[in-house]
């Protein structure tokens, strides 16, 4: 296909510097345009979910006394979101903390008097009925020690509840409750998601499924074009919905991937096979706007010709029309379109 002398003149940007000797040009690298294969994909819709989103329940009772955070505020993990009146709490850890002094006390006289009666019972002074009282005493204390300590820990338990804290980094969906609302334990407080782990919902028809459960990979499709972002795993449900006969597949993102949010839909390219194409390096080709092409070098000499290209797989891009396999092409674009213009002079020249 012939090149428009305007979209000619634009590939040729670039001038030689005048005076330098054609001898001390460098060698414009080319490649070999070869067949390679490629995965063969299917690019079905989905939608972006946080792997990560929950609501905060209630876990005392309490009035609502302070509210940190609010919809579409951001939280990191472990700070305080929301507190609750806490007197009753700290009055039963007071009465707690007051139980275990109580049986320390019992304890150290029960653990004095059992000392003291052993050291009488191995002089044989005292009988054995003293000395099994006195042991029966000694683990009783213990016995109520270790309840009073128990009770000390789950009233700090009750108490640590009445600050609830975010379970992980995310942004505050919904807020269930209002400031002086009396809550009780399983009373929903906020719901929030995090945006540190994503996943995309797919349905796979049912033709399709055998072979995306054998090749195992996928890669979304970002928005404003690339490579795509390469799944981290997949998971499949086992069943498909008698509705529509689809299986919904879970796909699953790096962590931390950027510029994705849930409820997005966003393109999804399942791998179902191979497939043999004609690639060059990415590098070789040249593109303005719709226009793609490629400097094709043969015998010395170099010429624009407009390809039509395909997917981009890493670093090589397909070639659906354009180019026939062995033939050389330019893996830089800019000094072959200098290279190029100047040979067009020195044809004009003669």
């Known amino acids: 296909m012939a090149i428009p002398t305007r979209l000619l003149s634009f590939f040729c940007l670039l001038v030689a510097l ?74 039963s850890l007071d009465q707690a903390q007051a139980n275990l ?26 009988a054995k009925a003293q000395m099994d009282a006195a042991t029966a005493t000694l683990d009783a204390a213990k016995a109520r020690l270790e309840a009073a300590q128990a009770g000390v820990a789950q009233a700090k338990e009750s108490l640590g509840y009445t600050t609830i804290n975010a379970p992980y980094s995310g942004i505050v969906l919904e807020r269930h409750v209002q400031l002086g609302e009396t809550v009780q334990p399983g009373k929903p407080l906020m719901t929030g998601f995090s945006l540190d782990e994503l996943r995309v919902v797919a349905n796979v028809p049912q033709r399709l499924i055998v072979p995306v459960r054998q090749h195992q990979h996928a890669k979304v499709l970002q928005p404003n074009g690339g490579n795509g972002i390469a799944a981290t795993r997949l998971t499949f449900f086992p069943y498909a919905d008698p509705q529509s006969n689809v299986f919904k597949v879970r796909v699953y993102l790096p962590p931390k991937t950027g510029g994705l949010y ?89």
């Open 18 to 91: 005048p005076g330098l000797p054609v001898a001390a040009e460098p060698v414009l690298p080319v490649a070999e345009a070869r067949w390679q294969t490629l995965p063969n994909e299917v690019i079905l819709d989905g939608v972006i979910e946080a792997v990560n989103q929950s609501t905060v329940s209630a876990q005392t009772a309490g009035r609502v006394e302070n509210i940190m955070v609010d919809v579409n505020d951001f939280v990191a993990q472990g700070a305080p979101i929301m507190r609750l009146r806490n007197i009753e709490q700290r009055a």
């Open 101 to 126: 002094r109580e049986a320390q006390a019992r304890f150290l006289e029960a653990q004095a008097e059992y000392n003291r009666i052993r050291g009488v019972f191995e002089k044989q002074l005292v």
């Open 262 to 350: 849930p409820g997005m839909f966003v393109k999804t390219a399942f791998r179902v096979g191979d497939d043999r194409q004609l690639t060059i390096p990415r590098q070789a080709l040249a593109q303005r706007g719709e226009v793609s092409a490629v400097y094709v070098v043969k015998d010395g000499r170099i010429s624009l010709r407009q390809v039509r290209p395909g997917r981009i797989e890493g670093e090589v891009v397909e070639i659906l029309a354009g180019l026939e396999p062995g033939e050389q092409v330019a893996l830089d674009p800019i000094q072959a379109g200098v290279r190029l213009k100047d040979q067009q002079q020195r044809n004009a020249s003669q």
